[in-house]
């Protein structure tokens, strides 16, 4: 007999069991439903988070690509994880210091790396409560602490 779902009056169990079973092969429902968010993500499910830096690092880029992409290593606040955070835009490597306050946020890619940098899943965002962008315009200048 065919593989087809149930059809009729008395085919809703049969249904609702089926679908609460194959919902557990959806990657997100599965994130969602065990909480594993709050538990594993760096951030804890936040989109943002502030950290102190640790040290500047250099990563190599994948191949065939050949550079070495400015990043900074980062000890969250809020947990004490310690992540990598790439800094986006030509010698803004320049405005952070060690032990400076930034802002981090996802890379775009739901907590994956991406594209020739391995390993980095975050972007600076702020540094010492300015805009990394506004300092690379050369709107705002950073606090002297």
């Known amino acids: 007999m065919g593989k087809n779902k149930p059809r009729g009056l008395q085919a809703a169990r049969k249904l609702r069991t089926t679908?609460?079973?194959?919902?557990?092969?959806?990657?997100?429902?599965?994130?969602?439903?065990?909480?594993?968010?709050?538990?594993?993500q760096p951030?804890?499910?936040?989109?943002?988070?502030?950290?102190?830096?640790?040290e500047k690092i250099g990563v190599e880029a994948k191949q065939p690509n050949s550079a070495i992409r400015k990043c900074v290593r980062v000890q969250?606040?809020?947990n004490g994880k310690k992540v990598t955070a790439f800094v986006p835009q030509d010698g803004c490597l320049n405005?952070?210091?060690?032990?400076?306050?930034?802002?981090?946020?996802?890379?775009?890619?739901?907590?994956?790396a991406v594209g020739d940098i391995p390993g980095v899943?975050?972007?600076?965002?702020?540094?010492?409560?300015?805009?990394?962008?506004?300092?690379?315009?050369?709107?705002?200048?950073?606090?002297?602490?």
């Open 43 to 54: 951030l804890g499910g936040a989109s943002m988070a502030k950290g102190i830096v640790l």
């Open 76 to 78: 969250l606040i809020k």
């Open 121 to 145: 899943r975050f972007k600076v965002v702020k540094v010492s409560s300015v805009s990394l962008l506004a300092l690379y315009k050369e709107k705002k200048e950073k606090p002297r602490s």
């Open 95 to 112: 405005f952070i210091e060690e032990n400076d306050e930034v802002l981090i946020s996802g890379f775009g890619r739901k907590g994956r």
């Open 19 to 40: 679908r609460r079973e194959n919902r557990w092969a959806d990657k997100q429902y599965k994130r969602r439903a065990l909480g594993t968010a709050f538990k594993h």
